[in-house]
Nanobody
Framework: QVQLTESGGGLVQVGGSLRLSCVAS??????????MGWFRQVPGKERTFVAS???????KYADSVQGRFTISGDNAQKMVYLQMNGLQPDDTGVYYC?????????????????WGQGTQVTVSS
């Protein structure tokens, strides 16, 4: 019922910026309560939480990106964005857009039902 498509990844130098975008295409009944966000993954590592925003407007960030990344959405969260500033090599990875029809989903990837295919972010040092 939900398809998520990410874009905006690329190669940047340390200290640079990128803005990721995610479009949600939905069919059938949907609910007003939802959470959208981002995870990232390096090959051979687990997916880790980056940021999320709820339908009520509350945002959540991983400690490692707090103060550098900003998540936002528009069009009733049919789209969600991740503005990434001050990028560091540890930010390198595949970034996945996620969505679930609940609030307070947390940072466990297993709690998110819908996932995009990912967009690559590479930060060179």
């Amino acid at each position: 019922q939900v398809q998520l498509t990410e874009s905006g990844g690329g190669l940047v130098q340390v200290g640079g910026s990128l803005r990721l975008s995610c479009v949600a295409s939905e069919s059938g009944w949907t609910y007003s309560r939802y959470t959208m966000g981002w995870f990232r993954q390096v090959p051979g590592k687990e997916r880790t939480f980056v940021a999320s925003v709820e339908s009520g407007g509350r945002t959540k960030y991983a400690d490692s990106v707090q103060g550098r990344f900003t998540i936002s959405g528009d069009n009733a969260q049919k789209m969600v964005y991740l503005q990434m500033n001050g990028l560091q090599p540890d930010d390198t990875g595949v970034y996945y857009c996620v969505k679930d029809f609940n609030w307070r989903v947390g940072s466990n990837p297993g709690n998110f039902e819908h996932w995009g295919q990912g967009t690559q972010v590479t930060v060179s040092s």
